[in-house]
């Protein structure tokens, strides 16, 4: 099943703070107006693809719309009164004229699927050739579209193509270059940037309150934009993870072997995907400053001791910038295939750090 009122059967894909949970958005003030005045100008387009990097906001956007569209009547803002029946409804995953499609949890091998399936779409199509429950709007949320399969795509495509009466569609899409120009030709485009460091630090302190104030700041550093990523950092222990890495790192290009199985066996068959996806985004993000800075000449902040003197170590060692981009796209790529496919994570991140210490003993050509 894909419909909402499913929703808190299983465990949540989006962990501890779902975007259902939201009550208010932070930033964005220009994609809300514009959705706003689409809304109560009754030139409402039945579907819109939220763009933008993972974790900025635009499922969190997704279900505030939905909230204020299903309460009925003009919007004056994406945060409708809480003692709204409504809203209620949309918080809880309850509401019966709102469908949920994301990745579905198997109860058998206690995992959430690779990707969303195609039955999903077509549940989602017969849902809505059904009349409202509430006898006003039906939305659905799609959360995203990167993760449907071509099937899936295409079942959304028909669906859109010739949208039922008083039907939204909002789909969250974090590579807007991968979607079918057919999709895109028929839907309005809402793009999110990355979010300044002020509103992570506001977001991180209105969800985790107890969070310390040097690692809440710090998660906004390192998140890059990403509310997303810093809750999960100050959530799931991204700290001591990211202190361990660059304890691997700085001992390149030897590298301390203790300390490299010690943190490759935090990704053993107990780790979390959350666990992972953390590591993953870490190393891509800490390759990423390294690049622009050698590149560039742009200052490396660190966050941890340590990080600056292995910094200046390669680059007083003239190491080329071309190995280090080519892990990166490494990183980016092997990490999507070894979540998708459940790949051994433990052998992906030995992999990654011998990669760093073969690129760190490379000279500029």
């Known amino acids: ?69 299903l309460t009925g009547g003009p919007i004056d803002a994406l945060s409708p009164a809480l003692e709204n029946s409504e809203a209620h409804l949309v918080e809880e995953g309850s509401h019966p004229d709102l469908f949920i499609l994301k990745r579905e949890y198997n109860q058998k091998t206690q995992k959430f699927r690779g990707d969303i399936p195609v039955d999903a779409a077509r549940d989602m199509k017969q849902s809505f050739n059904l009349s409202a429950g509430r006898g006003g709007w039906r939305v659905a949320i799609i959360d995203s579209i990167d993760d449907m399969n071509k099937n899936g795509v295409n079942a959304l495509l028909k669906l859109i193509e010739e949208p039922p009466e008083k039907c939204l569609f909002l789909i969250v899409c974090h590579n807007p270059g991968r979607v079918l120009d057919t999709i895109r030709s028929r839907c309005r485009m809402l793009a999110f940037n990355a979010l300044n460091e002020t509103d992570l630090q506001q977001i991180v302190h209105g969800r985790l309150e107890s969070s310390d104030p040097n690692e809440v700041a710090a998660s906004a550093f390192l998140a890059q934009g990403s509310a997303g990523y810093a809750l999960m950092l100050c959530a799931e222990g991204g700290f001591d993870l990211y202190r361990d890495m660059v304890g691997v790192l700085e001992t390149a290009p030897q590298l301390d072997v203790e300390k490299l199985h010690a943190l490759a066996g935090r990704f053993g068959t107990r780790a979390t995907p959350e666990q ?8 891509a993000g800490w390759l990423h400053r390294y690049v622009r800075c050698a590149a ?26 071309e190995p280090f981009v080519a892990l990166w796209e490494k990183v980016e790529r092997d990490s999507r295939s070894v979540a998708a496919l459940n790949l051994d994570k433990k052998q992906a991140v030995l992999e990654w750090m011998t990669g760093f210490a073969d690129a760190s003993r490379q000279k500029a050509g």
């Open 276 to 283: 992972f996806s953390i590591f993953c985004f870490l190393l």
């Open 1 to 69: 099943m894909s419909s909402a009122e499913t929703i808190e059967e299983v465990p949540d894909i989006d962990g501890d703070n779902p975007p259902r949970l939201t009550r208010a958005l932070v930033g964005h003030h220009s994609q809300q107006e514009n959705f706003l005045s689409a809304f109560n100008g009754q030139r409402m387009p039945h579907a819109w693809l939220l763009t933008g990097p993972k974790g900025v906001g635009k499922a969190s956007f997704a279900y505030l719309a939905a909230r204020a569209v």
């Open 296 to 321: 560039t000449g742009a200052d490396f902040q660190p966050v941890f001791e340590g990080e600056l003197a292995l910094v200046n170590r390669l680059l007083a060692a003239q190491i080329g910038v």
